[in-house]
């Protein structure tokens, strides 16, 4: 390998190394925010807050470095396909973060009134969908196509479950309308952890995209839009 | 203007044009759905359906054609950005699509019901939205960072209809609990209005990136997770 190859791979090596570390960031910062409703923990919503700089800021210098990478060394075939993968990861990555704010936003607004139920569902499709954050950036770091195969198989679960959830919040509603704010806040949680697991969905399709150069999305298997 | 260059820049132009077909397809679908509603218009609503697999075909056809043009062509600088710019502008036409399918979905079970209230507020968000798609995609053909800069700002104005409406139906709920499915299917087709200015914003930033090669994003002006 010539040294230019070399700096290029440690360029990739670096690419994907800052990936899997954004991606345990938000899946870390999702579980707090989720902390923060079960035990009304408020020290764990604050650290969600404080850790959206971080966030934005490895965003911003993700791509950058996949730019320069384009730029400066001109890739071909899967270091291209990898570089490209990187960039859209990365946009999911900053999304899920998004979305792990809007949640401790709404807990701590959940947290200023009573429970409104235990709260059981929530926390089981959160721990699915960290999961599915987790092994869709594992899958990238080691072109695991295999586990992006089940990361994309999951996504169908945690669409059943918040299903579930979604019928059960409306009945809630409708009989007891003094549950309406909580109920609704729960309902938004929920949908904010089924939109982390399509997002998680389009990672793991990046990924069997980039190892195999095969594009699976729209194949029929994702029923994307159908959930409520 | 050597003969390649002539054919990278034919490339270029190519896929803007296929990205303005693509926004403006994604715009017009988003405005059959509501209209859909206002109207209860079912073969407004049909087209949606219908349209999904043409926004799903030409998405993968413009991500291989940028991914060929970087591949072939090893572009750097500006060029390198349009093209950078146009996979991350495609994603968010993609997820703008589905949105757009789920209003429909929403809309048909709404229809379904009699008419809740007199649908103005959502319309009058409806419009203000397509407009951001349509004019974030002008400004991504025609380099308009002055345009690109005026849909960033819209979005502020957007979040702020969205509030008022989302407290509305809130209250709606509260007070009359057999108005809980409808009012809660606006309350997220309203949602889901608010997720597309989200990604005409990005869209707008991304052309300012590409045109000035500057990061505005995070820059302290957009208040992404704050919507409820």
Redesign the interface.
Same mark, same amino acid.
């Given at each position: 390998m010539t040294s230019t190859g070399r700096h290029f791979q440690a360029g990739i090596d670096e690419l994907k190394r800052e990936l899997a570390t954004q991606g345990a960031t938000v899946a870390t910062r999702l579980a707090h925010a989720v902390r923060g409703l079960a035990s009304r923990d408020i020290h764990a919503l604050d650290e969600v807050a404080i850790g959206?700089?971080e966030v934005?800021?490895r965003?911003?210098a993700i791509?950058d470095k996949?730019?320069k990478l384009?730029?400066l060394q001109?890739p071909?075939?899967i270091d291209?396909?990898i570089i490209?993968a990187a960039?859209?990861v990365n946009?999911d990555l900053e999304r899920i973060g998004? !979305?792990a704010?809007?949640t401790s936003? %709404?807990v701590i607004e959940l947290n200023a009134e009573p429970p409104l139920k235990p709260y059981v569902d929530l926390p089981r499709i959160s721990a699915r969908v960290q999961a599915m954050v987790r092994e869709s950036l594992d899958a990238f770091v080691s072109r695991d196509t295999a586990l992006a195969s089940s990361v994309v198989k999951e996504d169908d679960d945690v669409d059943q479950l918040y299903r579930r959830l979604f019928a059960e919040l409306?009945e809630l509603?409708?009989?007891d309308?003094?549950s309406?704010?909580r109920a !609704?806040h729960l309902?938004?949680v929920a %949908?904010n952890f089924e939109r982390i697991a399509d997002h998680a969905t389009n990672i793991a399709e990046d990924v069997i995209y980039y190892v195999e150069g095969r594009?699976i999305?729209?194949a029929g298997t994702k029923q994307?839009?159908?959930?409520?």
């Open positions: 959206d700089a934005n800021a965003q911003m791509d996949a730019f384009l730029a001109q071909v075939a291209l396909r490209v960039i859209k946009a998004d !979305l704010v809007n936003e %709404r409306v509603m409708r009989h309308s003094t309406v704010p !609704l309902l938004l %949908r594009d999305r729209h994307a839009p159908s959930a409520p």
